[in-house]
C-alpha cells in the first residue's frame, strides 16, 4: 500500500406520471402499451447464492495496523468496538534469506516477540475478543513467493506464521515487482492452494483474501492475473480487497475521492465477474459483491492532491453497505488521529496521523459502522458454488423491451435483459448485455441499473384522433411536424421520410421522432377545454 506504510501500502426510468383528468365531453386520457414491447418475452437465468439465501450478510471491518511503524501502535487496547480486529502487516521475505518470514524486514518472527512483545500482544487481543488477520506483502518488500522460489519451502514459510499466530484468515497485499512478477504469482497462488487443501484436510479453515492496486475504472491487467492464477491453481478466494486510494490521473475530473472509489468496486465487480465466469465458477451478482472488499487511505493520499475527507468516508462505505461487499478495511489505525502541532507539511504522508483535521471524529468508526461481521466466522462460511433459479425477462414487468438476439439496436437503445436495464453504446446486433468482460470497451452495453418491483411497461399518453395528422410512412416530415401514432402525439426532430415512430420507445437518441411529455399532453388538453368554452 502506501509509501507511508514502512513495510508497504500496506436511473431507471422513472414511473410515467398520471395525466391530467380531463372531461369526458373534450378528451380522454388513456394509455397503450409500447408497441416495440418483443413479444412473448424471453427466458433469461440468474445466478443466486445457495449461501446468501440461506444465511444474513454479515460483512467485517479490520483496519490495517503497520506492526513496525515508530511510534509502535497499541492494538492490543482498542478504543473503539470497530478496531477490535486488525490486520497486521506486513510479512516479507528477509532479505538474507528469502524463504524466511519477516516483518517488514526488521524483525523475524522470534525477533518481533521480543523487541516488540507481539506474540504477548496478541494474546491480550484475542482473549478480549479481538482476531487478527496477518497480511503478507506491501508495496516496498519483497512478499515472499517472490524470491523463495523453492516450493516446499514457500508454503512451510506460509505455513509458519499461520501456525505462530493461529490465524484463520490471510491477506495477500501484492503491489508493484511482487505483482508485476508472473512466475512468483504462479508460485504464490500454488503455494497457497496446497496450503489451504492441507488445512482443509485437518479440519481447518483458512479465509484467503487478495489486496491489489485498482482505479476507477478497474484492476490493472497484472491485477486481473493475479486473480485468475489463483483461481486456476485452485484456491478458494474469500475475496479480493482492492485500494482504493491514490488514483493520480485516473480519477475522473471533477469527483471526490468517494465517487472514484465507488466507481472503483463497480468496475471490480465487473472484471471479477467476467474472471469467475471464465474460471467456470458461476455466481451471482450478489456474491460478487460479497467478495469484494475495500481499503481506503484515510486522510491525506500519497498523491498530493489526494484527500479521503470524512464526508468521503460516511459516502462510501453507505455505498459499500448497500451493495452488501464483504469487507471493509483502511490504511490505517496508526494514522487515525489530527496531527500534531508539530508536523508542519501536512501534505506529506505520515505514518502516525491523518493530515487533517479529525476533531473527535475516528475514520474506523465511520467505515467500520455496520459491518458487524468477524473475520473468522467469514472463513468458514467462503464458498464458490451458487445454484441457478430460473427467472424469466416478463415484458409486463419490463419498462424497455427485452433484448433479442436477432434484433439490432442502435446507439442510445434501452433494453431489459437478466432484470436489469442495458443502453447500448453504438450499433450492436447478436451482444450479450450481461457477456463478462474484464474492460468497459470490450462490450456495446452498459449496465444502467435493475429493474425495480413493480415496473411496467412505460405507457404514453394519447389524445383524441384528429388532434394531429395520422403518421404517413411516404410523406416528407420537417423538424417541428406533429402526427399521432397509435392515439399517441410526436413531435419530428428533424427532417424525415418513412421513419416510424414505433422506434422512439427503444431507440428514443436515434429515432426521430420523440413522443410528446405528459406535461405537453396535459398542457395541450387544458388548452382544447379552454378553445372549447
Not at 437478466?418 to 462490450?443: M, Q
Not at 449496465?447 to 384528429?466: D, H, M, N, R, S
Request: with cysteine; aromatic share 8%; hydrophobic share 40%.
Amino acid at each position: 500500500m502506501s509509501s507511508a506504510r514502512k513495510n508497504a501500502r500496506p436511473a431507471t426510468p422513472a414511473a410515467p406520471q398520471p395525466g391530467r383528468r380531463l372531461s369526458a365531453l373534450r378528451v380522454l386520457l388513456s394509455l397503450v402499451l409500447v408497441s416495440a414491447l418483443t413479444a412473448g418475452g424471453f427466458v433469461g437465468w440468474n445466478w443466486w447464492s445457495t449461501a446468501q439465501a440461506a444465511e444474513p450478510h454479515e460483512p467485517w471491518f479490520a483496519a490495517y495496523v503497520d506492526v513496525t511503524a515508530t511510534p509502535t501502535f497499541p492494538f492490543e487496547t482498542p478504543d473503539s468496538d470497530a478496531a477490535r480486529d486488525v490486520v497486521l502487516s506486513f510479512i516479507v521475505a528477509s532479505k538474507d534469506d528469502p524463504c524466511e518470514p519477516t516483518w517488514g524486514t526488521a524483525f523475524t518472527l522470534d525477533e518481533a516477540a521480543q523487541a516488540l512483545d507481539l506474540d504477548r500482544r496478541l494474546e491480550r487481543l484475542e482473549r478480549s475478543g479481538g482476531q487478527v488477520i496477518v497480511s503478507f506483502g506491501g508495496l516496498l518488500n519483497d512478499e515472499l513467493a517472490t524470491g523463495c522460489t523453492n516450493q516446499d519451502e514457500l508454503v512451510d514459510a506460509y505455513a509458519t506464521v499461520l501456525d505462530r499466530y493461529d490465524v484463520t484468515t490471510i491477506d495477500l497485499d501484492i503491489e508493484a515487482g511482487n505483482l508485476t512478477d508472473g512466475e512468483a504469482g504462479d508460485r504464490r497462488a500454488a503455494a497457497i492452494s496446497e496450503l489451504q487443501a492441507d488445512r482443509r484436510a485437518d479440519g481447518d479453515d483458512l479465509a484467503v483474501w487478495l489486496t491489489l492496486p485498482v482505479a476507477p475504472s478497474g484492476m490493472t491487467e497484472d491485477g486481473t492475473t493475479a486473480v485468475r492464477q489463483m483461481l486456476d491453481a485452485g484456491v478458494d478466494l474469500a475475496g479480493v480487497n482492492v485500494m482504493t486510494m491514490d488514483y493520480g490521473s485516473s480519477l475522473p475530473t471533477g469527483d471526490t475521492m468517494a465517487e472514484g472509489s465507488a466507481k472503483a468496486l463497480e468496475s471490480t465487480h465487473r472484471q471479477l465477474s467476467a474472471l469467475y465466469s471464465r474460471a467456470d465458477i458461476p455466481l451471482s451478482s450478489a456474491s460478487i459483491w460479497s467478495k469484494i472488499g475495500a481499503t481506503p487511505m484515510i486522510g491525506q493520499n500519497d498523491v498530493r492532491d489526494e484527500v479521503f475527507g470524512i464526508a468521503d468516508a460516511k459516502e462510501f462505505a453507505a455505498f459499500a453497505l448497500e451493495k452488501r461487499i464483504g469487507r471493509m478495511s483502511m490504511w490505517s489505525l496508526n494514522r487515525d488521529r489530527t496531527c500534531g502541532d508539530n508536523y508542519a507539511d501536512l501534505k506529506r504522508v505520515s505514518d502516525s496521523c491523518s493530515g487533517i483535521t479529525q476533531g473527535d471524529v475516528r475514520f474506523v468508526d465511520l467505515l467500520g459502522s455496520g459491518f458487524e461481521g468477524r473475520p473468522e466466522l467469514s472463513a468458514s462460511a467462503v464458498t464458490t458454488e451458487d445454484v441457478l433459479e430460473e427467472v424469466v425477462d416478463d415484458p409486463a414487468t419490463s419498462p424497455y423491451p427485452i433484448w433479442a438476439a436477432k434484433a439490432s439496436y442502435l446507439k442510445g437503445t434501452k433494453i431489459v435483459w437478466h432484470r436489469n436495464v442495458y443502453k447500448a453504446k453504438w450499433w450492436t446486433r447478436g451482444e450479450l448485455p450481461d457477456n463478462p468482460v474484464l474492460n468497459e470497451w470490450e462490450t456495446a452495453w452498459t449496465l444502467i441499473g435493475p429493474v425495480l418491483p413493480g415496473e411496467k411497461p412505460f405507457e404514453l399518453p394519447t389524445v383524441p384522433a384528429g388532434t394531429y395528422p395520422e403518421w404517413d410512412g411516404p410523406a416528407v416530415y420537417q423538424k417541428g411536424n406533429r402526427v399521432l401514432f397509435e392515439g399517441t402525439p410526436y413531435e419530428s426532430k428533424w427532417w424525415n421520410q418513412g421513419e416510424s415512430p414505433e422506434a422512439a420507445s427503444s431507440n428514443p437518441d436515434g429515432s426521430p421522432w420523440a413522443p410528446l411529455t405528459a406535461a405537453d399532453v396535459g398542457a395541450l388538453t387544458e388548452a382544447l377545454e379552454e378553445s372549447a368554452g
